[in-house]
Structure formats: C-alpha cells, structure tokens
C-alpha cells in the first residue's frame, strides 16, 4: 500500500514534468472517482495505482513518488502544497499521521480534543462490546460444552470411530457459526456509526483547525 501523499511525474514531450495525484473531490464527486472507489480499496484510493487507475494511464509509466514529512511544504510538489492549503486532501489520510502540518500549540490542542472524542466513542462502544460478549458466551459455553463431550468420546473410541465424530461435529460447528454470525453482524453494525462518526469529528476538527493559517506549521502558511 502506498503512503499519504503519494504522486507520479510524467515527463511531457515539451519536456515539463506533469504532477499527478488525487484530491477528496476526485475521488468522492466524480464519474472517475467512483469507478475508483469500486476497483480498489479505500486504504489504497490515494496510491500510485488509484492515480493511474483515474487517469487511465499505464501504471509504470512515469516516476511514483511519496512522502510523509509534512514538517515543511518543501517536501511536496507545489500543486500538492496548494492542495494541502485549500482543504483538498481533507479526509484522505488519518490527521495523525499529517498532524506537523499544525503548530506546536495546535497539535497539543488537537490530540487533546481527539482523545476526548475517543473517549466517548469508547464509552458509547462498551455497552456494544458488553451486550454482544454477554449473547456470545451462552453460545460458547454450548458448543464448548458439546465439543468436549465428543472430543472425549472420541478419545475413548480413537481411529475408528474418527469419521463419526467429524460428522457430529461438523453440524455442531454450523450451527453455531450461524447463530453467531448474525449476532456479530449486529455489533459490527452498531459499532460501524459510532467509529465513523469519531474519525469524521477527528476529521472535521483538524481541518477546521489547518483551515485558520495561524494555527499551521509556520512552513505551511
């Protein structure tokens, strides 16, 4: 996979470099963008393949370039940096891991407000994680029950009745896989918004505060 923020140079024939890379509205508000978002995964719509993919070009064509030190904007091509400046990378890469684009104070602001919106997503999560460990272990506690009582049958009987014993066990193992698939579908599920709605906060709130030039690295102002 590759990293936030990656690029590709492609030589032109007039001998300029042409810099090649995706921003939020690419991905999210066009034709192109949604085809992306169908051929590969999101932990991968900002990688030099996505952006060969949305430009429709040969993927070893041109050079692929990344970088992960936003310590100052000298380390991005300058059509990135006025990316980065205008908001157009929000929301495609986690703000800790781009957290130097804010000023020393800004950060510490940040990571604070962050933990406090983990902290409540923690607390809205453990009641999921109760209610879901309380419907499972009954579950487990059946089939551990059962599948002990055939491994000792088993045991007892050995090679023989082998075969047997794998046919007992394999509607046992069934069945409960299917009850408990549902059951970890649900928590997935109600767990899925709760998570979502973290990440966009922590989304929201780092590009609110990058928005305000004053609370950027002084290298990115």
């Known amino acids: 996979m590759c990293e936030f923020i990656s690029w590709k140079e492609i030589k032109c024939p007039d001998g300029s470099t042409q810099i090649l890379f995706l921003t939020h509205n690419d991905i999210y508000n066009t034709k192109r963008g949604r085809e992306l978002q169908k051929h590969t995964s999101k ?21 692929n370039r990344e970088c992960t030190d936003f310590s100052t904007p000298d380390n991005f091509p ?6 980065i400046k205008s908001g157009c990378m929000a929301g495609l890469c986690d703000p800790n891991d781009c957290i130097q684009l804010l000023n020393p104070r800004q950060q510490k602001y940040y990571e604070a407000k962050r933990d406090a919106l983990y902290a409540d997503y923690k607390a809205k999560r ?10 499972r272990a009954p579950l487990d506690a059946d089939y551990e029950a059962k599948r002990d009582a055939l491994d000792a049958d088993y045991k007892a009987k050995r090679a023989p009745l082998y075969a047997d014993y794998k046919a007992k066990r394999a509607p046992l193992d069934a069945d409960y896989e299917a009850k408990l698939a549902p059951l970890y579908a649900d928590y997935k599920a109600k767990l899925a918004p709760l998570y979502a709605d973290y990440k966009a906060k ?18 990115w102002r």
Request: overall charge negative; glycine content about 6%; aromatic content about 14%.
């Open 43 to 63: 932990d991968d719509f900002v990688g030099h393949g996505a952006i060969a993919f949305y430009y429709e070009i040969d993927p070893d064509k041109g050079i």
């Open 78 to 83: 300058p059509q990135i940096v006025d990316a």
């Open 202 to 219: 922590c989304d929201e709130l780092f590009w609110k505060l990058f928005s305000k030039p004053q609370n950027r690295n002084p290298k």
């Open 126 to 135: 453990a009641p999921l994680d109760a209610d879901y460990e309380a419907k």
